[in-house]
Each structure stands twice: as C-alpha cells, then as structure tokens.
Nanobody, 122 residues
C-alpha cells in the first residue's frame, strides 16, 4: 500500500488549498478513504472520510461546510478541497486508507503517506 500526499503550502487566512493523495497497492474502490491532520502538540484529528462507493461522506465539526472530500476511481486518488482556511487549520495532513468499505470501520492508520504541511498565516 502506497499513499502519496501533495498540495500543501502556506496560505493567508480565508484562502483555499486542494490536497491530493495518489494511491496504489490495494483495490481502491473497496475501501473508504480519509484525511486526517496532526498539529504540533495536538492530538490527531480525522477531518474527512468518504465511503468506498463515494456515496457517503463525513466531516469533523471543525471543518464542516469548509472542506470537501472527493475520490476519483479512474485515477485512484482522493482529494481534500479546503476553503476559508484559518490558523487553526495549520497542521500536517495525511490521507489514510480505511479499514473497510464503510466509514464506520475507521481509518487504517498503519497505511499512511508522508503527509503534506498546511500553514495558514498572515
């Protein structure tokens, strides 16, 4: 299993970024996918998840209405569109393969990429 995140950077408050995760080594259409973040000195937070079929999504309250998770079955990628960013969104973002098809099973944290840093600062 390989997961490679990209798209991070530094943006001003109110700005937008789109993160992308390229995957390989597993049957992409049979597993949920997630994005989670780890900020310095804070606990890991799952910010978004999408089911294996792409029909169900879930978001942390902290990002609901601002972030959108999608997946592309032809490319075996997942993306996280982030709008109205604020300094509290500063963290390293990781994508993770799910334990199973459904969101209820949660992420398989042992399968993750190197992450991509998002910094929101004026």
């Amino acid at each position: 299993v390989q997961l490679v995140e990209s798209g991070g950077g530094t943006v001003q408050p109110g700005g937008s970024l789109t993160l992308s995760c390229a995957t390989s080594g597993f049957a992409f259409n049979t597993f949920a996918m997630y994005w989670y973040r780890q900020a310095s000195g804070k606990e890991r937070e799952v910010v978004a998840g999408i089911s294996g079929g792409g029909t169900r999504t879930e978001y942390a309250d902290s990002v609901k209405g601002r972030f959108t998770i999608t997946r592309d079955y032809d490319k075996s990628t997942t993306a996280l569109q982030m709008n109205s960013l604020n300094p509290n969104d500063t963290a390293r973002y990781f994508c993770a393969k799910g334990e199973a098809f459904f969101l209820s099973n949660g992420p398989a944290y042992k399968y993750r990429g190197q992450g991509t840093q998002v910094t929101v600062s004026s």
